[in-house]
């Protein structure tokens, strides 16, 4: 027996099988440094349409985690796939680095009694060093971006920036100091933003307290009665004890009907439809003697159960009368936002709202019985007090839902500060408020997934005036300087925030603490004082599209200071995007962005958020140095972003099988590229074979509908695209298919050369479809294809080498459907004889097609060369009404026959044929084979 192997074309290639990512990208990271690929791309697309994608700065606390690593990989595939497009696409990424977990973080380490400069500069040296950290692992990630030149809120250039946004929001009177409950957290002792909320349980004790009545004419003329026979009482239901001090008024609505209940020895004032829960909880019996509306009780007194003072009732329709209240609202005006406007609404002045507690949490040393005390230690000795006088009708601890810090994780209330805001329903002239003017650019905005319109629009539609003053150290300064005498700003404040902004331009934020009014004011300077709050971080990130898009990084984009796109995870509704609007709005007078993409939050395979305690933290640094980033890159691709996003070690694992089926596609293709010159054998289209020409077709067609799944950020359809193409039309049937004519005709046939011009076609197209995704592995997929080419895959644009096919080709795309379908019904045919033991293997068969006229006609275009589309020795086709006793298949126009050759295997292509040692030199081959050796007159294919 002669040795054939070195008369066949086999496949070879450098391209590894085993990816090795976590070896090879780190490599490659470090090669995309050295050839400056970011500022090569901006060369590339010069001139170019500009998609600008503005980053969400991500806070400068911190080793990345999974949901970072999410975001900037989204953010990365977009950026990617415009540049494919041809879009000039720069990414500059950046930092949030003003806030209080950095301050807090240096408090923790350094102590709480740092000069406030030294303390200053500890917050700088520290966010720097978090950035380093930060910036590394998402450049670890495969991220291409301008790494050595990002924006950082802390950047001088920066910090004056905002400053100047400010005075632009200011010149556009939206910006005020008013008197209003916020958000207050004792151990930030400051202000936060909505955002800066999350809720948890608490323990707090519920009770009902009773305000005695202190004009009992007026409250017998409210329930038509000439007299009270007896003492009366309006009963409250409250679970925050330590408001009682603060108490100012009582609220009912005045819609309800609220009853006059004997119970005794008084009367009470209850909701009727809850007197009978009431009197449970009061561990009471009693009798409704006189109902009226909420409406009559209007402004009648009672008297506080522990101060001197009175409380009037306000009508407010926020009252509710779920079970276990009582139907009458107890108002702080100082620590309840609707308690603060019902007040001001009933006209109490900012002066006469009484606020006993500090910044810290304690009251006021001046507060009778409980001064000097933490509010949460008072509750229980506020409970007693209320006891003692009779006034406590009923006390429990419940657990509910209450506010906390997200940093401290600790209660927060709402108290009464003087703050400066930004007035969402200022009406400025005939001009729109900041709410309709916001409210507007949501209608312009596009939203990926599309419920991101109604959840902002809701946001901006209830939201109350956003308060941007933090009384921080490590902040951007509120530049103001307020007359000592009436508190205004100075007339010429516009004036001197440019000249503020011009100093800490040069010397950042300390150029504002450390500034002697004198400087700016000169004999004026006695009058003023220097402001010393800070800005809400929201206003720091909220205002980038200005000091960033038009300041520090200014990117061009021709139509103007939009950006493209803003995408961030789904909280961002209520922080970034919330904030950027609402500034947008303000400065411009619409949105700062044309399109938000929102993603969801990571959590494991049964739905579980992330965390240490229950130890299904997935760290993605971890998921690199074991799996390779590309893996974690293709499993956020594979994911529905628009809700939860599931992620453990087994998803991953499942992430990585594919992965190999996409490698072991490029791969194949490789291979049989060896000894294929691009400049030298390419075939054209129309001179291809029938099945070659399909293959690149398929590819077109495919290729279209990636760029607009790219384009429409459909990454799930891009995965499940690109992976059923190398399952199915390329591993389940082409590759298939031309092995043996890729092995077995000669190097430099047609046959061979048609099917080398298709497999570098599609693999050429592969590399850059999977390149935003798979950027590691399209990177080295690219290097290894024939033919000169960019440095970079990433340098390129789609490829524009595929051909299409002639609706009208008789070997169509309906053609090669039928014959793929006709394939995978002949393949589970096949299955079935060689698991019954019929046959060895599919070449070691010969087939009968028994078919239906119309698909005869088909498949018969053919003609010998469907068996190599079959992968069998012999194809005969038959009538379908001679098939009775032949296999079923899906095809209705289908049944298949299989039964082993009678015929001995060429040693060479493996067929099993009839003229198999018909021919002395070579008894071990076929005639087709001797007509394929090197000086043998060849082979001549049609169509497979």
Not at 276 to 297: D, H, K, M, N, V
Not at 600 to 613: L, N, P, Y
Not at 908 to 925: A, E, K, Q
Request: glycine content about 6%; charged content about 25%; some cysteine.
């Amino acid at each position: 027996m002669s040795d054939y192997k070195h008369t066949l074309n086999l496949p070879e290639t450098d391209f590894p099988m085993r990816g090795n990512l976590p070896k090879r990208e780190p490599a490659r990271v470090v090669e995309w440094r050295e050839m400056n690929l970011y500022q090569r791309l901006r060369e590339a697309r010069a001139g170019q349409e500009k998609f600008i994608l503005h980053d969400g700065p991500p806070y400068a606390n911190g080793n990345i985690h999974i949901g970072h690593a999410v975001n900037k990989i989204l953010k990365d595939i977009i950026v990617k796939a415009k540049s494919l497009a041809g879009f000039d696409a720069p990414y500059v990424p950046g930092w949030d680095c003003h806030g209080l977990p950095i301050e807090h973080k240096v408090e923790t380490t350094y102590g709480k009694h740092l000069p406030p400069e030294e303390a200053r500069s500890k917050c700088r040296e520290y966010a720097a060093e978090q950035i380093d950290i930060q910036r590394e692992e998402f450049i670890r990630l495969g991220v291409i971006g301008d790494w050595d030149n990002p924006y950082r809120s802390m950047d001088f250039v920066n910090e004056a920036g905002e400053i100047r946004a400010l005075a632009k929001m200011v010149e556009g009177d939206y910006v005020f100091k008013g008197l209003k409950p916020v958000n207050w957290c004792f151990d930030c002792g400051s202000a936060l933003a909505e955002a800066e909320v999350e809720y948890a349980d608490k323990r707090s004790d519920a009770i009902d307290v009773a305000f005695p009545c202190a004009e009992p004419e007026k409250l017998a003329h409210a329930f038509g009665r000439s007299e009270l026979e007896k003492p009366a009482a309006v009963v409250i239901w409250t679970t925050t004890p330590w408001t009682i001090p603060a108490n100012q008024a009582l609220n009912v609505h005045p819609e309800f009907t609220y009853a006059l209940v004997d119970v005794g020895d008084r009367l009470l004032l209850l909701a009727e439809e809850l007197v009978a829960s009431c009197l449970e909880r009061f561990e009471l019996e009693g009798e409704i003697i006189a109902t009226t509306s909420g409406e009559r009780l209007d402004l009648i007194e009672f008297q506080h159960p522990l101060y001197d003072r009175r409380s009037p009732i306000y009508l407010a329709d926020y009252v509710e009368s779920e079970v276990g209240s009582t139907g009458i609202v107890h108002s702080s005006p100082a620590y309840g936002v609707d308690d603060f406007f019902t007040c001001r609404a009933y006209g109490m002045d900012f002066e006469e709202i009484r606020n006993p507690v500090k910044g810290d949490g304690v009251y006021a040393d001046d507060l009778e019985f409980f001064g000097g005390q933490l509010v949460w230690k008072a509750n229980s000795q506020i409970v007693a007090k209320l006891d003692e006088v009779d006034a406590l009708m009923a006390h429990q601890v419940i657990t509910h839902s209450y506010m906390h810090c997200w940093r401290h994780k600790t209660p927060v209330i709402y108290r009464a500060t003087a703050q400066w805001f930004v007035g969402m329903d200022r009406q400025v002239e005939d001009d729109l408020t900041l709410r309709q003017k916001a409210l507007d650019g949501i209608e312009q905005t596009r939203f990926t997934p599309a419920w991101g319109k109604a959840r902002l629009h809701s946001m901006i539609a209830n939201r109350p005036d956003w308060c941007i003053s933090r009384q921080r150290n490590w902040g951007v300064p509120i530049p103001f300087f307020l007359h000592k005498a009436t508190g205004e700003l100075h007339p010429n404040t516009l004036e001197l925030m440019e000249a503020v902004a011009g100093l800490v331009g040069k010397a950042g934020i300390d150029a504002w603490f450390r500034l002697d009014p004198e400087e700016l004011l000169g004999s004026e300077a006695a009058d003023y004082v220097k402001s010393t709050d800070t800005l809400d971080v929201w206003f720091d990130s909220g205002t980038t599209h200005w000091h960033v898009l038009r300041g520090s990084h200014p990117l061009g984009h021709e139509e103007g200071p939009r950006a493209d796109l803003y995408l961030e995870g789904s909280d961002q509704h209520r922080g970034w995007f919330h904030s950027s609007l609402l500034t947008g709005c303000a400065i411009d007078g619409h949105p700062p962005y044309r399109e938000l993409l929102t993603h969801g939050f990571t959590v494991d395979a049964q739905g579980r958020k992330m965390s240490k305690s229950l130890g299904n933290v997935v760290a993605p640094q971890e998921v690199m140095d074991k799996l390779g980033a590309d893996i974690l890159r293709l499993w956020v691709a594979s994911t529905d972003y628009s809700g939860e996003m599931a992620v453990s070690d087994e998803i991953l694992k499942r992430t990585a099988d594919v992965y190999r089926r996409i490698r072991n596609t490029a791969r194949f293709l490789l291979a049989n590229l060896n000894g294929f010159d691009p400049a030298r054998d390419v075939v054209a289209f129309d001179d291809m074979l029938a099945l070659d020409r399909w293959v690149v077709d398929r590819a077109a067609q495919l290729q279209a509908r990636i760029e607009t799944a790219y384009d429409e950020y459909r990454f799930l359809d891009v995965y499940q695209q690109v992976h059923t193409f190398c399952a199915r039309e390329l591993g389940g049937f082409y590759l298939d298919i031309i092995k043996d004519r890729q092995y077995t005709t000669q190097a430099d046939s047609l046959a061979r050369r048609s099917a080398q011009t298709a497999l570098y076609r599609v693999v050429e197209a592969l590399s850059r479809w999977v390149a935003p995704i798979l950027s590691f592995t399209a990177e080295e997929i690219h290097g290894h294809i024939p033919g000169p080419r960019r440095d970079s895959v990433l340098l390129e644009t789609y490829y524009d080498g595929l051909g299409t096919l002639e609706d009208s080709a008789v070997f169509g795309r309906d053609f090669w459907e039928t014959v793929l379908e006709v394939k995978q019904a002949v393949n589970k045919c096949l299955e079935d004889a060689r698991n019954a033991k019929r046959i060895k293997n599919s070449l070691a068969a010969e087939v009968a097609l028994y078919v239906s006229e119309s698909l005869e006609r088909t498949l018969s275009r053919l003609g010998d060369e469907l068996r190599f589309v079959l992968l069998t020795s012999e194809v005969r086709l038959a009538p379908l009404s001679e098939g009775n006793d032949a296999q079923t298949t899906e095809l209705e126009e289908l049944r298949v026959a299989a039964a082993p050759s009678p015929h001995a295997k060429c040693e060479r292509c493996w067929h099993h044929r009839p003229d198999v040692g018909s021919h002395v030199n070579h008894p071990d081959l076929c005639g087709r084979c001797i007509d394929n050796l090197p000086n043998g007159p060849g082979e001549t294919r049609l169509y497979a």
